[in-house]
């Protein structure tokens, strides 16, 4: 890959001076190692958290293998009635992702001395699955326990979706945002900053495929009209096709007209999520390399002090969740009623806007007690304390 950069911009400049600093020699660009994919049963549903990936190529076999995929994570596949078995499998899978609620002591014990720095998934996390994703709005009291806790730690927003409508949907500036999953990030547009210096981040590893992704937007959207329901969204470097509200009968046919579409470009790759399929470029790049990308930004890179939290419900969080079981560091919490195959550590039965408040209040009485604790000197040299 080419033209491959992070910018800082420097906000006291002038003349808006931009520092290109070149990162194609990276191995966040190298190519993508492609895996079949397979099914994995668990729990009251049949789910493969197996990323279905194609750079274009497929025939019936590659659809077939989407449909399948389709159908395993929809709701209509859900067992009305519980069996022993599955009541068993949830239990078990219980014991292995604790409710992050019940167990809110315990990752506050292990993250006891550690700079904490949390990172939200949008849809299904801060606001609920709806059947018109333009209408996924967060509630006011989600929206304020997020703020709250974003005043004692940096918080980024990691989500598929385009960088502007998610920042459009949170209002909240003093965050960090990473759009079309983790390929267009952007720091605080105001408030101290975390990351040295006083400049602004941006980093878009993709920018090289913006025409082409213009240009499948719009040959999927005349595509796709035939097929009632289905709604294909433009996330400036990346698309999804929405099928929440297309009948099961006519998922084939539409996973036949995304192939023809993504057979023409083979530098464009097909992942799924819940009810939606994901195009996005063949760069190695994924919300595990946003999460690892912001803690570097933040000066966290090689710490040993620092405790990310990742919370998220989709798949595509699963990369954000092995990064950290790689780094050993912090713990991802799945939100999901039901058990999957992950990687996070714990779990949350839907979204809460409780778990943020006690994570706010947890860090309010840490601050209060270490101002009057310590001298005036180390309050001011306290990351978490100077944000405040």
């Known amino acids: 890959m080419t033209n491959q950069n992070v910018v800082v911009s420097d906000p006291k400049s002038a003349i808006g001076m931009a520092i290109a600093v070149s990162v194609s020699k990276s191995s966040f660009f190298s190519p993508p190692v492609q895996k079949p994919p397979t099914v994995v049963p668990g729990g009251y549903i049949t789910i493969s958290l197996k990323k279905i ?8 076999c590659r659809v077939g293998a989407w449909v399948d995929s389709m159908r395993a994570s929809s709701p209509t596949r859900i067992k009305s009635t519980p069996s022993l078995s599955d009541i068993e499998a949830q239990s078990s899978w219980m014991l292995r992702h604790p409710s992050a609620l019940h167990s809110f002591e315990q990752i506050v014990n292990a993250s006891k001395g550690k700079k904490i720095v949390m990172f939200l998934d949008y849809d299904g996390t801060l606001s609920p699955i709806v059947e018109d994703p333009d209408q996924a709005f967060m509630s006011k009291e989600m929206r304020a326990a997020v703020k709250d806790a974003a005043r ?16 459009g949907f949170v209002k909240l500036s003093e965050l960090y945002y990473a759009g079309s999953h983790g390929m267009d990030i952007k720091g605080p547009a105001k408030g101290r900053k975390y990351h040295k210096g006083n400049q602004s981040l941006l980093c878009q590893p993709a920018s090289e495929f913006l025409p082409m992704i213009d240009e499948v937007y719009k040959t999927l959207l005349e595509k796709t009209k035939s097929t009632p329901g289905a709604k294909v969204e433009n996330n400036k470097f990346c698309l999804s096709v929405h099928f929440r509200c297309v009948d099961e009968q006519r998922w084939t046919a539409l996973a036949e007209q995304v192939r023809l579409v993504l057979n023409q470009y083979p530098k464009l790759r097909l992942t799924q999520g819940r009810k939606v399929l994901e195009i996005r470029p063949t760069i190695k790049w994924d919300k595990g390399n946003a999460l690892e990308f912001l803690l570097e930004s933040l000066g966290y890179a090689n710490s040993n002090d620092v405790f990310p939290i ?10 954000a969740f092995k990064v950290l079981r790689n780094r050993g560091q912090g713990f991802g919490i799945l939100v999901s009623k039901f058990p999957k195959e992950t990687s996070a550590s714990y779990s949350l ?9 006690t994570f706010g209040g947890v860090e ?15 309050v001011i040299n306290n990351p978490i304390l100077e944000f405040c």
Request: net charge negative; aromatic share 8%.
């Open 53 to 60: 990936e194609t750079g274009g190529a497929g025939g019936t």
């Open 152 to 167: 004692y730690f940096p918080t980024a927003i990691v989500s598929g979706r385009c960088r502007d409508k998610v920042h």
């Open 310 to 319: 990742y919370i998220g419900d989709d798949r595509t969080d699963e990369d």
């Open 349 to 357: 039965q839907e979204p809460t806007e409780e778990l943020f408040a």
């Open 364 to 378: 309010k009485k840490v601050v209060t007690k270490t101002i009057y604790g310590v001298g005036i000197e180390e």
